[in-house]
């Protein structure tokens, strides 16, 4: 769940972020994106990417949407649009999930997390599941953030309270040093393990933290009241582990942990299946059924879909960028690239692209045409570079 830093319809004035005087402060480049004015870079996107492998990198994704449901059963209202097994999610635990349009096109990918109560975002008490209802928190992507609450309120019963939480920052501490850095601040922390979620009390601000993150790395997703962003910011990067990481080094991250970025490799037009995301589908949903797109989405299940995401070692130096061409041995196109670009971690070039079923074996040799000259790659196996989350031992 992340997006890159072109091709997205920009609106006329972009919005500033609770920390952009902060950012500029810390020297941080600032391009307009996803409708907000976003820190690209500090001290180059090379050295803030292996910033991040080595400790850890802080990165503002206040853009991203956050959203709160309660109600009754929001949890079998949402299965509707979702195809993720959301009754059995427990509480303090999140899932990666896609919402899905009526045809089984992809919407948006998202993460969405089980609240023991809605009173983590200062809900009311009678939202609490204690009282009957049930809460849900999702983190959605900014440049479609209002289409995406549009749809819900479109689809889900008027029982469900959909609240946009535009008054909180959400913060991305990523790296290997990630959890001993936060732990430095705020106690408790190092109990999480990845994709687990909890509430936090730093300095009297309520926070709620996930072990989660789009890097491939160990690290934490932070929500918080944007009022307060700066000051947590500031003293996150007070430590030595820490440093501010713009949107360009998370981009070339993602890439190399082969996280899909939606709107470039996914689009509506994108089925799970397709999108290489069949682990979206829990058992007993396949089973079931009963979510949008079911049909279409259950049969490329069982049969395979036509075109699928795959990643691709391109040879040479040169980057392969999106939109460029996948062709067959005659020359016809037969697929495209859906990101690109250097790895800085491997030293060489990467990509994404959708093919056909038929070419997305790993190993197989595909030929890539941009700018009328071919480049030649091979299917490999994603993530690029092994992701290092941190999960519990097995037996305990």
């Known amino acids: 769940m992340s997006e890159e830093l072109d091709d997205i319809e920009q609106p006329e004035e972009p919005q500033t972020l609770p920390l952009d005087a902060w950012h500029r402060a810390a020297g941080g480049r600032m391009v307009p994106f996803a409708g907000y004015h976003m820190p690209v870079q500090y001290e180059g996107i090379m050295a803030e990417h292996l910033w991040t492998r080595e400790r850890a990198g802080l990165f503002d994704v206040s853009h991203m949407g956050q959203v709160l449901l309660t109600g009754e059963d929001v949890a079998g209202a949402l299965e509707k649009l ?26 948006d990918d998202l993460m969405v997390t089980r609240l023991p109560s809605a009173e983590a975002f200062g809900g009311e008490e009678g939202d609490s599941e204690s009282n009957g209802g049930e809460a849900f928190y999702i983190v959605v992507n900014g440049a479609v953030k209002y289409d995406d609450i ?3 309120r479109e689809h889900l019963p008027d029982e469900v309270t959909i609240n946009h939480l535009e008054d909180h920052a959400l913060l991305a501490l990523q790296g290997p040093a990630a959890g001993e850095a936060l732990a430095e601040i705020l106690s408790g922390t190092d109990q999480l393990y990845f994709m687990q979620a909890a509430a936090f009390d730093w300095d009297s601000v309520p926070l709620w933290i996930s072990r989660s993150g789009y890097t491939g790395e160990d690290g934490f997703e ?9 000051r947590f910011a ?10 501010p990481v713009g949107l360009g080094a ?39 059924g009963g979510f949008h797109g079911a049909e279409r989405v259950l049969g490329e299940h069982r049969d395979g879909p036509a075109t699928k995401r795959v990643g691709i070692r391109v040879e040479g130096r040169q980057p392969v960028r999106e ?23 491997l030293g060489t070039p990467i990509a994404m692209a959708m093919v056909p079923a038929a070419l997305a074996e790993p190993e197989t040799r595909i030929i890539i045409r941009q700018r009328g000259k071919d480049f030649t790659g091979t299917v490999a196996k994603m993530p690029f570079v092994p992701q290092r989350y941190r999960r519990p031992s097995k037996g305990s």
């Open 222 to 230: 932070i929500s918080l009241p944007a009022s307060e962003a700066e």
């Open 234 to 243: 500031s003293a996150l990067t007070a430590l030595d582990q820490v440093k």
């Open 250 to 288: 998370r981009d070339s991250l993602r890439l190399e942990a082969g996280l899909p970025l939606y709107g470039h490799d996914l689009t509506p037009e994108t089925t799970p299946m397709a999108g290489d995301l069949g682990f979206a589908l829990s058992k007993r949903r396949r089973e079931e």
């Open 150 to 152: 549009g749809f819900m």
């Open 323 to 345: 939109g460029a061409e996948v062709v067959d041995a005659d020359g016809a196109v037969v697929g495209h690239v859906t990101s690109g670009g250097h790895a800085p971690t």
């Open 82 to 107: 979702l195809p993720g097994d959301l009754h059995g999610l427990k509480a303090g635990r999140m899932r990666y999930s896609l919402l899905l349009a009526e045809d089984g096109g992809i919407l």
